[in-house]
């Protein structure tokens, strides 16, 4: 498979990778030949990228993060706790931690499960939705990305269950503003972004309340736009003073909000997100847990086409655990001729080679 721009993709391209709505249900079966409507849609739907078919690289495997049933349970989970709280009000105690507290542990359980036993790195291009309410999938996002950072960290379980669990829960006081200024398809005014940065005090008083919740849970929500020279939000906290969860969560929180697709702009490319984070660490983001990050995600995910240092052109094939920006790539041009027969280059062995430049 191949990764490719939506827009560039012509009618008659066979689609490599099913997309779903976000209730689990297939949208359009892997194996289709895209009609122009179905393009169209697609672009009008915010998606930027999809996986395509391709003679060169039809033994390229993309595999989700998570399993397909797994992803449907944590995403139902979700959506069925932010509106049974939302349904309560901000004001009242909600007895719904009460009711699924153990499903929501059993499936961060499930989800740190599923994360250690990858042999390869994260890559969330591999699930590929249309959804109506983005809360809900960023929610889950956030989550797998977190506990990647986490366990890449080497923390206790305990401590996992902690962060999946506020990583799932750091939005929810998004449930309790103005939702056409949520979804609100353009440029937020000055007004209307303040009122969104509302949702970490929200979200910090409906969870403190929740005795069945460890505290610390309701300070994820609050503090995870903190940043650690003291220009985030809501209190500008300034370094330690930030609880680790938080500068944790707020890591995972910007790369899944500037790579996902979005009606309103194009989701940017891996590479491109862990440069914000990079152009940010020590001064925004916690050096040590960007690193860790970088380890855990696939930066140059399978399937992308790249051009090397050298000149030459290829389709990321492979990738190397915990060397994320070195893949094994299958070069299919060099000295400006498409190769009848490709061959594969490792990078991790070949240092003096680097990707220059990644093509969309």
């Known amino acids: 498979m191949r990764l490719t721009s939506t827009k560039s993709t012509k009618p008659g391209t066979i689609l490599g990778q099913t997309i779903y709505n976000d209730n689990g249900q297939v949208l359009i079966q892997k194996g289709l030949a895209l009609t122009e409507r179905m393009i169209s849609r697609l672009l009008n739907q915010g998606i930027t990228y999809i996986y395509i078919e391709d003679d060169v690289t039809a033994d390229v495997q993309v595999k989700p993060v998570i399993s397909e049933s797994l992803r449907k349970e944590a995403s139902d989970t979700i959506k069925s706790i932010f509106a ?26 499930k989800i740190m499960n599923e994360i250690l036993n990858r042999k390869e790195t994260l890559s969330l291009l591999a699930n590929i939705f249309i959804t109506d309410d983005y809360i809900f999938q960023h929610s889950l996002n956030v989550t797998i990305y977190s506990l990647a950072i986490g366990t890449e960290l080497n923390l206790t379980k305990k401590e996992l269950s902690e962060i999946g669990t506020g990583a799932m829960l750091h939005d929810i006081g998004k449930i309790f503003l103005d939702q056409d200024i949520l979804q609100k398809p353009g440029k937020l005014t000055d007004e209307e972004f303040e009122m969104i940065k509302q949702h970490t005090k929200l979200g910090f008083d409906f969870l403190r309340k929740q005795m069945d919740l460890p505290s610390v849970i309701a300070h994820c929500a609050y503090q995870h736009h903190e940043r650690l020279d003291g220009t985030g939000y809501p209190r500008e906290l300034v370094g330690d003073a930030i609880h680790k969860y938080a500068k944790l969560i707020g890591i995972a929180d910007v790369f899944d909000a500037v790579t996902s697709n979005r009606v309103y702009r194009d989701a940017m490319l891996p590479h491109e997100g862990l440069e914000i984070l990079y152009a940010g660490a020590t001064c925004l983001f916690d050096k040590e847990m960007v690193e860790a990050f970088k380890k855990s995600v696939a930066v140059y995910p399978n399937g992308l086409s790249v051009q090397l240092s050298d000149g030459r052109k290829g389709v990321v094939a492979r990738q190397n655990k915990s060397l994320c920006d070195r893949p094994i790539v299958r070069i299919v041009e060099e000295k400006n001729t498409q190769l009848v027969t490709p061959y594969e280059i490792d990078l991790a062995s070949i240092v003096n080679v680097t990707i220059s430049a990644c093509q969309k």
Do not use: A
């Open 84 to 109: 049974e709280v939302k349904q309560d009000g901000i004001k009242n105690r909600s007895f719904i931690f009460e009711k699924q507290g153990t499903q929501l542990t059993s499936i961060v359980e």
